[in-house]
């Protein structure tokens, strides 16, 4: 899959495929870091034709680099699966429940988790029908506040304290999980809030 992989000082990026023993990779996370004049030079190399016209179609600053992180991040991830397509025939849209779906002629059918946070952008991919979350969330006081209220002491206290993390580090921790939960089972918070209650954690 063709995609900019260049050294540049405006991208930083990890990929990891998720391969079984002695098998092709199974799946893939890629996290990127990417600076929004590098995407805009280079959107021609990862975005398809339907990808560019919803570029287009957005007006807002903050929406059109949050499309273009994400998309970059799922092509990184996507090249594993599909070592043998371009990044610019595999469209991404969205579906009824706000779900990304990967989209392209003969295209297998995959599951695709994405997040983003200012210029970080993280996404998964497997085959379908597996389900899959993940989200990704910056340390800042005002969330902070906000998510103390979501968050039960019971649960806090279920952070192994091996990670030596600081209890807003916990506590961010906690709330990206149930994000990634709730992508996974593509409701996203409609359902009662105590149905997401983590009731174990494993590092």
Known sequence: ?????????????????????????????????AEQDWLSNNQSNFLSHSDQKHFQSIDNKLRRQSLLLGRYAAKRALRFLLPHRSSQTIAIITGEKGEPLVRGDDMPALTLSLAHSDSVALAAVLPAPFALGVDIERLRP??????????????????????????DQHLLA??????????????????????????????
């Open 1 to 33: 899959m063709n995609h900019p992989n260049e050294p540049h000082p405006a991208l930083i990026g990890f990929d990891l495929p998720i391969v079984r023993a002695g098998a092709q990779p199974f799946g893939a996370i890629s996290l990127v870091r």
């Open 142 to 167: 005002d969330l902070v506040e906000t998510l103390s209220s979501h968050i039960k002491a019971r649960e806090l206290a279920l952070m192994p304290k091996e990670l030596h993390w600081s209890p």
């Open 174 to 203: 906690l709330w990206c999980i149930k994000e990634a939960v709730a992508k996974a089972l593509q409701t996203g918070f409609t359902l009662p809030f105590e149905q997401f209650e983590i009731g174990r954690a494993h590092v």
